[in-house]
């Protein structure tokens, strides 16, 4: 029998919720259930297949991705017992904006309580300076500062006195046809998308506390084939970023300096420190391989690990951090992903950085199946989180209407968004605004060509 996720369940069954996390290296499929009633999900089930057409973290063949998705989902649907209909999905890869506007409204000349709609109109005004290039869209609109009065870090604005209120708001903006490969992708692997996450988004709520998003952290997602970066203060997510190198480039590094086999690289790779060399300068990997023997130096594999891992931090994760504008993160960095299993790479970060880092598991891993609950799968636990966060908060992340419009045959059926939420549509030049819309007209202006 169906149970579907969120919205669809009867009165006494408990919710299903979905995610679906397009990885380079594996799809993964997490399951979670949900008293009725309750705020917390339970994760029940994670299944996986091995990903194929997925390079970067972009989707590079269409019928590949959707025989993984397929798999992963049957997986899933076998360790839970239930039929899966309808995932938010986790994804990433290509370029990725974030852009930072700031709005303003004014309350009137007494003091008054802000009202949702007073909320709603500074959300406006801040994405009026939002320019998105053409063929791209905005994937999130996250409020990440409020003020009253030019009082700042107010929480939650809703209710209290003030004569003025400002935002900050953090656009992300992704190219239109990374949403729509994705959307096709879920789409013909037979599958409703009721949402859509950054990747690194997923993957920080998948590991960061309260206390560290609140005092100021980094979570860095080191994958196969990307690294997510997201930088937390107060709370909320400052800054999104990712870029496009992870695991598989330090395997192809191996290979192709030590002319090895890449499965070969991958297993030399696992077992080498980033952060000290081996004792013995001497010291070598011995082995035969296609009737060919190799005598690897150990420190000559240490020295590649860490070149690449360098060039990550120094390079590439070093900006992201600086774009956050954030001074002080004094939870330091927060270390996920199958790269972060790299032993000493807590020592090498904090030595290359100068941050405080620690290597983290997904904050469920105990109620996860043992074997599937590792940094490989913090994206993929995070995401019921971002389900969970922002059904508790209509304003905390603002949904683009694209993924509704999808499902165009959905446009009768209860929506997965609480009709308090802002609704973000694409006008012609894809700028978001959040005027009352019809999410199939949204769909076919910004997609006319595609249909
Ligand atoms: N013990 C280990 N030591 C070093 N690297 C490892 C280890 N285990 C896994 N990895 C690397 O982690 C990477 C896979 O990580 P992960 O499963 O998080 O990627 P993904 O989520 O599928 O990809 P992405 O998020 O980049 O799209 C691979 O490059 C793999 O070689
Ligand atoms: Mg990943």
């Known amino acids: 029998m169906f149970r579907k996720a969120s919205g669809y369940s009867s009165d006494r069954e408990p919710e299903l919720l979905a995610g679906l996390d397009l990885g380079t290296s594996k799809v993964t499929v997490v399951v979670a259930e949900r008293e009725h009633g309750s705020e917390e999900a339970q994760i029940i089930g994670v299944g996986q297949a091995p990903s194929n057409g997925i390079r970067k973290g972009l989707i590079v063949n269409l019928d590949q991705a959707v025989r993984s998705v397929r798999q992963a989902v049957s997986d899933a649907q076998n360790m839970v017992g239930q039929d899966i209909t309808e995932v938010t999905v986790a994804f990433g890869g290509g370029e990725v904006t974030s852009i930072r506007t700031k709005g303003m409204v004014s309350l009137g000349r007494t003091p008054r309580p802000v009202m ?255 074997g599937r609950n590792s940094q490989e799968y913090s994206a993929a636990a995070g995401i019921i989180r971002y389900i969970a966060e922002k059904e508790r908060d209509p304003f905390r992340y603002l949904d683009n209407p694209l993924i509704r419009g999808v499902s165009g045959e959905d446009a009768g059926r209860p929506s997965i968004v609480p009709e308090t939420r802002v609704r973000i549509k694409l006008d012609e030049n894809n700028k978001a605004s959040s005027s009352g819309f019809n999410p199939l007209e949204g769909l076919k202006n910004a997609f006319k060509d595609l249909f």
């Open 116 to 370: 949702q709609l007073d909320i709603e109109r500074v959300i406006e005004a801040a994405q009026a300076d939002v320019a998105v290039p053409a063929n791209q869209s905005i994937l999130h609109t996250i409020p990440v500062e409020y003020s009253l009065d030019g009082n700042v870090g107010i929480d939650d604005p809703l209710g209290m006195t003030a004569i003025r209120l400002d935002i900050q708001l953090q656009s992300v903006i992704v190219p239109t046809s990374t949403i729509q490969n994705v959307l096709n992708c879920v789409d013909k692997a037979g599958l409703d998308v009721s949402g859509l996450v950054l990747k690194p988004l997923a993957a920080a709520l998948g590991v960061i506390s309260p206390e560290e998003a609140l005092a100021g952290a980094v979570v860095i997602d080191i994958g196969g084939g990307t690294t997510g970066v997201a930088v937390f203060s107060d709370g909320r997510p400052k800054h999104l970023g990712l870029i496009s190198v992870g695991g598989d480039h330090i395997t192809n590094d191996i290979g192709s300096v030590l002319k090895l086999p890449l499965n070969k690289s991958e297993e030399l790779k696992r077992e080498v420190s980033v952060f000290t060399g081996p004792e013995d300068p001497e010291e070598t990997v011995d082995f035969v391989y296609n009737s060919r023997n190799y005598s690897i130096a150990k420190k000559d594999l240490h020295e590649i690990v860490r070149c690449r891992m360098e060039e990550l931090c120094e390079v590439l994760i070093r900006p992201q951090i600086k774009a956050a504008g954030i001074s002080m993160l004094p939870a330091g960095i927060i270390l996920t992903g199958g790269v972060s299993k790299t032993e000493g790479i807590d020592a090498f970060v904090l030595d290359v950085m100068d941050l405080p880092s620690r290597v983290s598991s997904p904050l469920d891993a105990n109620r996860m199946p043992p």
